[in-house]
């Protein structure tokens, strides 16, 4: 019934089964439609519990995905269409985007370079030619 597959990382795909959906009246624009469609889509897909994702992958997940987390489950809404189905495949990339960035792997750490030698002694060596040439100014001034 999805729309648009929630694919997570390379061919790691969050069966339906795990996906639990649901709908309600949407505010914003309609006209007369908007009183008697459910078009809100609100997307919930159990992490803590899900079986689609390997276990390093759901503890990534569940730590970065922490506070938007009620419970273990993980809630996606999307209403900004008028109709339910667009609602529902921007709801799918909406927690497909969420999942793939939570359990991408940690940047690796930087290791910070050295400044080469030349360079400081370059730059030390302009610092004392400039103030050279500021005393040399104050001096000339002077009767």
Known sequence: MSTV????????LVPEAELQWRFSRSSGP????VNTSDTQVE???DLANSAALPEVWKQRAL????PRLV???LTVRASEHRSQWRNREAAAVRLSALLTEAVAPPARP?????IPKSLVERRLADKKRRSELKRGRSLRGEP
């Open 5 to 12: 597959p929630v694919r997570v990382r390379g061919s790691v």
């Open 30 to 33: 309609g006209g007369q439609h």
């Open 43 to 45: 997307l919930r897909f």
């Open 63 to 66: 730590e970065r995905l922490e």
């Open 71 to 73: 419970d273990g489950v």
């Open 110 to 114: 930087r290791r910070p370079t050295r």
